[in-house]
T-cell receptor, first 112, second 111 residues
């Protein structure tokens, strides 16, 4: 069965460190998204990609970057982790922009 | 300023009764709406959708109502079951663009 996976599921890091969160989908979807979930804010869009080599900034992109070298993967990198980036991160994919998004299980990141 | 609002952070309902979750939006360009359900330690899963050409969509125990003039939609769950206890997110988009999510409402269905 097709699926979307995230790794690691939990990560603790220190301020200033570079962190990369992995997202892998086997739906063969063109669109992939990264969100962060914080209490009172719901899901906020960090970055998204509509296809290989395409990346775009979302609502809360400062301090984050993504790259899309193939259809299946969209890793999210925190260049220099900050305590404000402590959150739960969700990756999602969809066939097109108007289609339902399928979400991964999430990564809980703690920045100390 | 939030474009999609869910003003009730939490809701408790007795098993077998109706659950009504509300969502308000400010952008009149939004014309496609989704509800997602999220259990702890899992990703959100799609529940039901509605486009602006309709004012109601049903799927089993779940019905979504859209009032475009009021910029308001609601999700009705009848009858509510303990397994429905989760966080529910409303999401909206202008056609062809990315979705904007609300902050979520935590539903507790009491046995």
């Amino acid at each position: 069965d097709a699926e979307i996976t995230q790794s690691p599921r939990h990560k603790i890091t220190e301020t200033g460190r570079q962190v990369t969160l992995a997202c892998h989908q086997t739906w063969n979807h063109n669109n992939m998204f990264w969100y962060r979930q914080d209490l009172g804010h719901g899901l906020r869009l960090i970055h998204y990609s509509y296809g290989v080599q395409d990346t775009n900034k979302g609502e809360v992109s400062d301090g984050y970057s993504v790259s899309r070298s193939n259809t299946e993967d969209l890793p999210l990198t925190l260049e220099s982790a900050a305590s404000s980036q402590t959150s739960v991160y969700f990756c999602a994919s969809s066939e097109s922009t108007t289609d339902t998004q399928y979400f991964g299980p999430g990564t809980r990141l703690t920045v100390l | 300023d939030q474009q999609v609002k869910q003003n009730s952070p939490s809701l408790s309902v007795q098993e077998g009764r109706i659950s009504i979750l509300n969502c308000d939006y400010t952008n009149s360009m939004f014309d496609y709406f989704l509800w997602y359900k999220k259990y702890p330690a899992e990703g959100p899963t799609f529940l039901i959708s509605i486009s602006s050409i309709k004012d109601k969509n049903e799927d089993g125990r779940f019905t979504v109502f859209l009032n475009k003039s009021a910029k308001h939609l609601s999700l009705h769950i009848v009858p509510s079951q303990p397994g429905d206890s989760a966080v529910y997110f409303c999401a909206a988009s202008p056609w062809g663009q990315n979705f904007v999510f609300g902050p979520g409402t935590r539903l507790s269905v009491l046995p």
